[in-house]
């Protein structure tokens, strides 16, 4: 097995920081990119790390910086800062499986377990789409090369790894439309529901800072959720309100919900 380069220098890693010491990263990058007039940019942040960088981004006021994950509607997202139109480095790899009607059932967490065994930080890996046991995966740069040189197996199945000819679109993802009937439209209401736990276990997830609403990380249980908020609980998925709300006679609600399948992280 051949070793994995170390990312490009405008990169950095993110893993192991304290919210002070991402901090303090993002403005270094800031600064970087400002005082010398070139492109810096993060690795792939996952949910936390971007609440992290949302709530830095009102100390930059000095920096211009945009979001990308490789397709407009990935979780997992790059920062880059600077003000010129310098492309992510990142890549979409097509992973599929040899003889595909001999193939396991693959999952994303197959897909994700095979490539964090050949040494990849989960940081160098931005989001993975699932389907008819095929994947595609947003991977920085650099560590592209080693991933189609070395992923060969996932789970007991032996796949081909190559740079992807196409970016997957949303239809590539499988959302289903699903009703409940909720208490209220309070977040904890909804979040218990569809997830199904108690009132009080939805709480402590939120208490545990699982719940995000548009990206932004929320611990307010009471939080009125609204059409077209997208929410995602770690650990049980993503989920989007409709305007499909209706009032029962006896004061609940039935909501729709678009849920976004487990194939999609």
Same mark, same amino acid.
């Given at each position: 097995m051949?070793?994995?380069?170390?990312p490009?220098?405008?990169?950095?890693s993110?893993?192991?920081?304290?919210?002070?010491?991402?901090k303090?990263?993002?403005?270094?990058?800031?600064?970087?990119?400002?005082?010398r007039?070139?492109?810096? *940019?993060?690795?792939?942040?996952?949910?936390?790390?971007?609440?992290?960088?949302?709530?830095t981004?009102?100390?930059?006021s000095?920096?211009v910086?945009?979001?990308?994950?490789?397709?407009? *509607?990935?979780?997992?997202? $790059?920062v880059r800062? @600077? %003000?010129s139109?310098?492309?992510?480095?990142?890549?979409?790899?097509?992973v599929t499986p040899?003889?595909k009607? *001999?193939s396991d059932a693959?999952?994303?967490?197959? *897909?994700?377990?095979?490539?964090?065994?050949? @040494?990849?930080?989960?940081?160098?890996l931005?989001?993975?789409?699932?389907?008819?046991?095929e994947?595609?995966?947003?991977?920085?740069? %650099?560590?592209?090369?080693?991933?189609?040189?070395?992923l060969?197996?996932?789970?007991?199945?032996?796949?081909?790894?190559?740079l992807s000819?196409?970016?997957p679109d949303?239809?590539?993802i %499988?959302?289903?439309?699903?009703?409940?009937?909720?208490?209220?439209?309070?977040?904890d209401?909804?979040?218990?529901?569809?997830?199904?736990?108690?009132?009080s276990?939805?709480?402590?997830?939120l208490?545990?800072k699982?719940?995000?609403?548009?990206g932004?990380l929320t611990?307010?249980?009471?939080?009125?959720?609204?059409p077209?908020?997208?929410?995602?609980?770690?650990?049980? @998925?993503?989920?989007?309100?409709?305007?499909?709300i209706?009032?029962?006679?006896? @004061?609940?609600?039935?909501?729709? $919900?678009?849920?976004?399948?487990?194939?999609?992280?």
């Amino acid at each position: 097995m051949t070793s994995i380069d170390n990312p490009c220098d405008t990169c950095y890693s993110n893993m192991n920081y304290t919210d002070e010491q991402l901090k303090r990263r993002f403005k270094e990058l800031a600064d970087k990119a400002y005082s010398r007039n070139i492109c810096t *940019f993060t690795n792939f942040l996952g949910l936390l790390e971007l609440n992290t960088f949302y709530e830095t981004a009102k100390d930059l006021s000095f920096a211009v910086y945009h979001l990308y994950g490789g397709a407009d *509607f990935c979780d997992r997202q $790059v920062v880059r800062f @600077g %003000t010129s139109e310098m492309p992510y480095p990142i890549d979409c790899l097509h992973v599929t499986p040899s003889l595909k009607k *001999f193939s396991d059932a693959l999952t994303h967490r197959d *897909f994700l377990g095979a490539m964090i065994n050949l @040494g990849i930080k989960r940081e160098m890996l931005g989001d993975i789409i699932v389907r008819d046991n095929e994947a595609f995966v947003f991977c920085i740069h %650099t560590i592209s090369d080693f991933i189609i040189q070395n992923l060969d197996r996932v789970k007991h199945t032996t796949v081909k790894c190559s740079l992807s000819e196409e970016i997957p679109d949303q239809s590539y993802i %499988t959302i289903v439309r699903r009703e409940f009937n909720v208490a209220s439209l309070r977040l904890d209401a909804i979040v218990g529901e569809i997830c199904k736990l108690s009132r009080s276990q939805a709480q402590t997830t939120l208490r545990e800072k699982k719940v995000f609403i548009n990206g932004r990380l929320t611990e307010n249980n009471s939080y009125h959720v609204k059409p077209e908020d997208t929410i995602t609980v770690r650990g049980f @998925g993503k989920f989007i309100l409709t305007d499909d709300i209706r009032a029962t006679k006896k @004061g609940r609600f039935f909501i729709t $919900v678009q849920l976004y399948s487990d194939s999609y992280r």
